[in-house]
């Protein structure tokens, strides 16, 4: 799978966007972006995934670049309860699935977004 | 509606017992991964079912280490002979199928005394 290189930390006011960035320049053509991110002491918890296109959902919006080579994850409204670590994670994906390890998570450091009042 | 389960959420084991780890997948899901993660680290893939045949233990860092999952729904990782490095939150997660998002469990700490 592709790396991902993120800023280890960021610091974000309470309902400003928090855009977190991530570089995957290896990427291939079949592996998708996916973001998790995890508060403490709990699971990941999945935010979102993308392809080529932006994306959007009720927790966050994920743009990423033409060439595919980077992408930014927007929480629009961050609130105290955003604050986590946020994990960009490039993943293998192949049509109709597959027996093998397509499904894991490769996930690296993450970047810790700290929300303050 | 109910998520991923584990059980125990703590535990404490002297080095060399042997500890077996429960998860409880969302119902219907096909697709079971174990992660590990250390302190102040991602979590890192230990194994992968699909329903109750493992395809994937690549990621298991010992014949210490074995997983289990025979009805294809609760899964049992089960750790001999633990040692000090054993120690950390071993997490649980299951999906639709090997394609879909993942849902993850609070995890179990696992600390060796």
């Known amino acids: 799978d592709a790396k991902t290189t993120q800023p280890p930390s960021m610091d974000c006011a309470e309902g400003r966007a928090a855009n977190l960035p991530c570089n995957h320049s290896?990427?291939?053509?079949?592996?998708?972006v996916y973001w998790y991110r995890q508060i403490h002491s709990q699971g990941p918890q999945y935010i979102i995934h993308?392809?080529?296109n932006n994306e959007t959902n009720e927790m966050a919006s994920l743009i990423i670049t033409e060439d595919r080579k980077s992408s930014t994850l927007i929480l629009p409204h961050a609130t105290l309860r955003d604050t986590a670590v946020y994990y960009c994670?490039?993943?293998?994906?192949?049509?109709?699935?597959?027996?093998?390890?397509?499904?894991?998570?490769?996930f690296g450091q993450g970047t810790i977004l700290t929300v303050h009042p | 509606g109910a998520g991923v389960s584990q059980s125990p959420r703590y535990k404490v084991a002297k080095r060399g017992q042997d500890v077996a780890l429960r998860c409880d997948p969302i119902?219907?899901?096909?697709?079971l991964f174990w992660y590990q993660q250390a302190l102040g680290q991602g979590p890192e893939f230990l194994t992968y079912?699909?329903?109750?045949?493992?395809?994937?233990k690549s990621g298991l860092p010992s014949d210490r280490f074995f997983a289990e999952r025979p009805e294809g729904s609760v899964s049992t990782l089960k750790i001999q002979r633990t040692q000090q490095e054993d120690s950390a939150v071993y997490l649980c997660?299951?999906?639709?199928?090997?394609?879909?998002?993942?849902?993850f469990g609070p995890g179990t700490r696992l600390t060796v005394t």
């Open positions: 997660a299951s999906s639709l199928s090997v394609t879909y998002e993942q849902y």
């Open positions: 290896t990427i291939s053509g079949n592996e998708y």
């Open positions: 993308g392809l080529k």
């Open positions: 994670i490039v993943r293998l994906f192949l049509p109709g699935g597959g027996g093998t390890s397509y499904g894991k998570l490769t």
């Open positions: 119902s219907g899901h096909v697709s």
């Open positions: 079912f699909q329903n109750e045949a493992q395809l994937d």
